[in-house]
């Protein structure tokens, strides 16, 4: 089976660019699940087996800079299996930036992301399939019944009622386990904890999202990487990304509002001095306070409609063709 996908240069090779007949993609970013990786291998083929509707298919491992022996567990896999293709990151890039090699080095048709913690059920990725194929461009798995501790379970309920700011109506911000058509997800770029709100992205542009109930079954080997410091990167990754999805293409309209705002406030409470001294003589000397607040109200709010301006003129990110990500090696490529 030929395997190709997107140049370490960053040009990318779509399925359409090749000769392969693969329908299906399966990516899995791994970092220390060495003990995971062939049981889960092992599952995924068995269901291909059992469902040969979207075959032929390949599994994508990513090997994201893990110390526990996973790299060569996925070189091994790759190495006996011709499903199996390994992306091995230099270090320990973070899970978006794991997916987005992933789905840059998959070719087929659809893309179905899953954790490589054997959480997810492989049982599932046909109903994904099927869904999608009812002209849907993501299908988010919604893990209903979730096989987690409260220490998970609550913060991530929190954040899924936030992250519908973001505009997708599902349940699951953060289930990995989610199929999707591959036009769509590569024209998202990932960054920071940015895999969480994928269907957002689609859903700004345009794409239909809908989302199915999903198995999910409890953690039987390695170590959760869920933790404070993670809750607290997702956390200020999804003030950023509702920020982003409502006004990244109208940037005046959120720092000029803000800016207006501030301005009028300035302007009623230096108008009521004015008010004071010209209608009752008062002086405005008691009044100083007041006065520098009305200043620094009208300068602050000033600046911040400029700063809308010019953010409106820079709608073109820096590093938005820069992939998120370098390679050390490719296994199982021809």
Not at 94 to 99: E, I, N, Y
Not at 135 to 153: F, H, N, Q
Not at 191 to 206: F, M, N, Q, T
Not at 265 to 273: K, T
Request: hydrophobic fraction near 35%.
């Amino acid at each position: 089976m030929a395997k190709t996908g997107s140049l370490p240069d960053g040009s990318a090779v779509s399925a359409t660019d090749t000769d392969s007949d693969v329908q299906t993609s399966i990516v899995l970013p791994a970092y220390n699940e060495s003990e995971n990786l062939e049981p889960l291998v092992d599952e995924i083929q068995s269901t291909f087996r059992e469902n040969t509707t979207y075959g032929p298919y390949e599994i994508v491992v990513v090997d994201d800079g893990s110390t526990d022996g996973t790299a060569e567990t996925i070189q091994q896999i790759a190495t006996d299996r011709d499903e199996v293709t390994g992306v091995l990151l230099r270090r320990n890039f973070g899970q978006s930036a794991a997916l987005a090699a992933g789905i840059d080095y998959s070719i087929g048709e659809y893309i179905v992301t899953m954790d490589a913690d054997r959480q997810n059920n492989p049982a599932d990725i046909p109903k994904l399939l099927t869904k999608l194929e009812e002209g849907y461009d993501c299908v988010s798995g919604w893990r209903r019944d979730r096989d987690d501790p409260l220490s998970k379970t609550i913060p991530s309920a929190i954040q899924t009622r936030l992250a519908k700011l973001t505009g997708p109506d599902i349940h699951d911000f953060g289930c990995t386990l989610t199929a999707y058509r591959a036009a769509g997800l590569k024209e998202i770029d990932l960054y920071g904890e940015g895999h969480r709100y994928i269907p957002a992205k689609l859903h700004k542009r345009g794409y239909k999202i809908t989302e199915l109930p999903v198995d999910h079954r409890p953690r039987t080997a390695g170590e959760t990487k869920y933790g404070m410091k993670r809750l607290v990167k997702g956390f200020v990754d999804l003030l950023f990304h509702v920020f982003w999805n409502r006004f990244s293409t109208r940037p005046s309209h959120f720092f000029g509002g803000i800016g207006l705002v501030l301005m009028t406030a300035g302007g009623l409470i230096g108008s009521h001095m004015v008010f004071l001294k010209y209608a009752f003589g008062q002086s405005l000397a008691p009044h100083v306070p007041r006065l520098i607040l009305t200043v620094a109200l009208v300068l602050f709010g000033v600046q911040l409609v400029m700063f809308g301006f010019l953010a409106e003129m820079i709608v073109k990110q820096q590093y938005r063709d820069e992939r998120p990500y370098r390679v050390n090696a490719i296994i199982g490529e021809d």
